[in-house]
């Protein structure tokens, strides 16, 4: 069974930055995924990286701000997050997937909070 287990987040003044790691457990590596989910929205993804880490797509509103890498000797996905904007506040999930069908492995979630 794969495990997700997310470290980082906190509060941090608009224009600040904050890193996000993942760390992946119990499975074969997989492709992994950012999602943040503000309060009374929906879940949304913000980005995503391939298993070699050679391929990454972002959510329009955080390119340019946010990268995500990974180093496959840890088993971890990292999520850059620079130029905070206050509508960046979000809670943050990981998720991993075994097929391009579905996201099948979730993170406990982190709190991002951006001031303004």
């Known amino acids: 069974q794969v495990q997700l287990v997310q470290s980082g987040g906190g509060l941090v003044q608009a224009g600040g930055s904050l890193r996000l790691s993942c760390a992946a457990s119990?499975?074969?590596?997989?492709?992994m995924g950012w999602f943040r989910q503000a309060p009374g929205k929906e879940r949304e993804f913000v980005a995503s990286?391939?298993?070699?880490?050679?391929?990454?797509y972002y959510e329009d509103s955080v390119k340019g701000r946010f990268t995500i890498s990974r180093d496959n000797a840890k088993n971890t996905v990292f999520l850059q997050m620079n130029s905070l904007k206050p509508e960046d506040t979000a809670v943050y999930f990981c998720?991993?997937?075994?097929?391009?069908?579905?996201?099948?492995?979730w993170g406990q979630g982190t709190q991002v909070t951006v001031s303004s």
């Open positions: 998720a991993a997937r075994r097929d391009p069908t579905s996201w099948h492995y």
């Open positions: 119990g499975g074969t590596r997989y492709p």
């Open positions: 990286i391939s298993t070699s880490g050679g391929g990454t």
